[in-house]
C-alpha cells in the first residue's frame, strides 16, 4: 500500500490511501470540490449504466456493449481495482471495485450471448476462448503501462485508452445492428454522459497533458454520434410501426 504524502506547500492536506476522499493528489495537486463531484459523479452514472446493461442483456440475451469494448473493460477495472490503487481515497477505490464486479457478471453475459455480434457463423465456436484470450491480453498490456509509469495516478491515461475501445467499437455495433429496439438510450446516455464529466475533471485536473485531452474529446466526438444515431433509428422504427385506428 502506498504510505502517505505530505505536501509542505498545502498545509492540512496529506494524500494518504485510508481517507474516504482525498483533497490533494500524490503530486501535491489540490482537488477541488469541483473536480471530486465530476469524477464521482460520472463514475457512478457508469456503475449505474453497467446496472442497465446487466438487466437488458438477461432480457434480451444480447450484450449492448461491443464484444472488445467489454474484454478491455474488463482487463482495465481488474488492474486498478486489484494490482493499483486510485489516489483519491478509499472511496473510489470501492467505486472502482464496484465496476469490477458488476462486470464479472457482464462478461460472463458476454461469453453466453456475446457471438450474436459475430455476422460469420465459422468464427462463432470460437468465440469464447477468443474473447477470454483477448481481456488476458488487455490485462497484461494495461499492467505494463501502469507498472512502466505511463499511467496518472488515478488510472486517466489508461481509462481513456479503454473509452475510446468503448466509444469507437460501440459505435461499429450500432452501424452494424438491423435492430436498434434491443440498444439501450439509458445505457447510452449513462456512459456518455459519466464519460463526459470525468473529462471536464481532467481537463481542470491535468491541463498540461494533452494526450489525455485528445481522448476525452475524441470519445465525446464518438460518444455523441452514437447517441445521435441511436435515437435516429428508434425513431426511424417507432414510424415504421402500424398504428392502431
Same mark, same amino acid.
Given at each position: 500500500?502506498?504510505?502517505?504524502?505530505?505536501?509542505?506547500?498545502? +498545509?492540512?492536506?496529506?494524500?494518504?490511501?485510508?481517507?474516504?476522499?482525498?483533497?490533494?493528489?500524490?503530486?501535491?495537486?489540490?482537488?477541488?470540490?469541483?473536480?471530486?463531484?465530476?469524477? %464521482?459523479? =460520472?463514475?457512478?452514472?457508469?456503475?449505474?449504466?453497467?446496472?442497465?446493461?446487466?438487466?437488458?442483456?438477461?432480457?434480451?440475451?444480447?450484450?449492448?456493449?461491443?464484444?472488445? %469494448?467489454?474484454?478491455?473493460?474488463?482487463?482495465?477495472?481488474?488492474?486498478?481495482?486489484?494490482?493499483?490503487?486510485?489516489?483519491?481515497?478509499?472511496?473510489?477505490?470501492?467505486?472502482?471495485? %464496484?465496476?469490477?464486479?458488476?462486470?464479472?457478471?457482464?462478461?460472463?453475459?458476454?461469453?453466453?450471448?456475446?457471438?450474436?455480434?459475430?455476422?460469420?457463423?465459422?468464427?462463432?465456436?470460437?468465440? /469464447? +476462448?477468443?474473447?477470454?484470450?483477448?481481456?488476458?491480453?488487455?490485462?497484461?498490456?494495461?499492467?505494463?503501462?501502469?507498472?512502466? =509509469?505511463?499511467?496518472?495516478?488515478?488510472?486517466?491515461?489508461?481509462?481513456?485508452? %479503454?473509452?475510446?475501445?468503448?466509444?469507437?467499437?460501440?459505435?461499429?455495433?450500432?452501424? =452494424?445492428? +438491423?435492430?436498434? /429496439?434491443?440498444?439501450?438510450?439509458?445505457?447510452?446516455?449513462? /456512459?456518455?454522459?459519466?464519460?463526459?464529466?470525468?473529462?471536464?475533471?481532467?481537463?481542470?485536473?491535468?491541463?498540461?497533458?494533452?494526450?489525455?485531452?485528445?481522448?476525452?474529446?475524441?470519445?465525446?466526438?464518438?460518444?455523441?454520434?452514437?447517441? =445521435?444515431?441511436?435515437?435516429?433509428?428508434?425513431?426511424?422504427?417507432?414510424?415504421?410501426?402500424?398504428?392502431?385506428?
Amino acid at each position: 500500500m502506498n504510505s502517505p504524502v505530505i505536501c509542505p506547500d498545502h +498545509p492540512g492536506l496529506t494524500n494518504d490511501p485510508g481517507h474516504f476522499l482525498n483533497f490533494i493528489d500524490r503530486n501535491c495537486v489540490p482537488y477541488t470540490y469541483l473536480e471530486l463531484f465530476l469524477f %464521482a459523479g =460520472g463514475c457512478f452514472l457508469w456503475v449505474a449504466a453497467y446496472a442497465v446493461l446487466i438487466r437488458n442483456s438477461l432480457r434480451y440475451r444480447f450484450m449492448d456493449m461491443a464484444a472488445i %469494448a467489454v474484454c478491455s473493460n474488463f482487463a482495465w477495472e481488474g488492474i486498478w481495482s486489484w494490482a493499483f490503487k486510485t489516489d483519491m481515497g478509499w472511496f473510489l477505490v470501492c467505486t472502482y471495485r %464496484a465496476w469490477f464486479f458488476l462486470d464479472i457478471f457482464i462478461f460472463w453475459q458476454l461469453l453466453r450471448w456475446g457471438s450474436k455480434q459475430i455476422s460469420q457463423p465459422a468464427f462463432r465456436d470460437h468465440f /469464447k +476462448p477468443a474473447a477470454v484470450f483477448i481481456a488476458l491480453g488487455f490485462t497484461v498490456l494495461y499492467y505494463f503501462y501502469v507498472q512502466e =509509469g505511463m499511467d496518472t495516478p488515478i488510472g486517466a491515461n489508461s481509462a481513456y485508452l %479503454a473509452q475510446i475501445i468503448v466509444s469507437s467499437t460501440c459505435l461499429l455495433l450500432l452501424l =452494424g445492428s +438491423p435492430d436498434a /429496439k434491443i440498444l439501450s438510450l439509458a445505457v447510452a446516455w449513462l /456512459k456518455g454522459t459519466g464519460t463526459g464529466m470525468n473529462t471536464v475533471m481532467m481537463l481542470m485536473h491535468y491541463p498540461h497533458n494533452h494526450f489525455l485531452h485528445t481522448l476525452g474529446i475524441l470519445a465525446f466526438i464518438l460518444d455523441t454520434t452514437y447517441i =445521435g444515431y441511436l435515437l435516429r433509428l428508434k425513431a426511424a422504427e417507432a414510424s415504421a410501426k402500424p398504428r392502431m385506428a
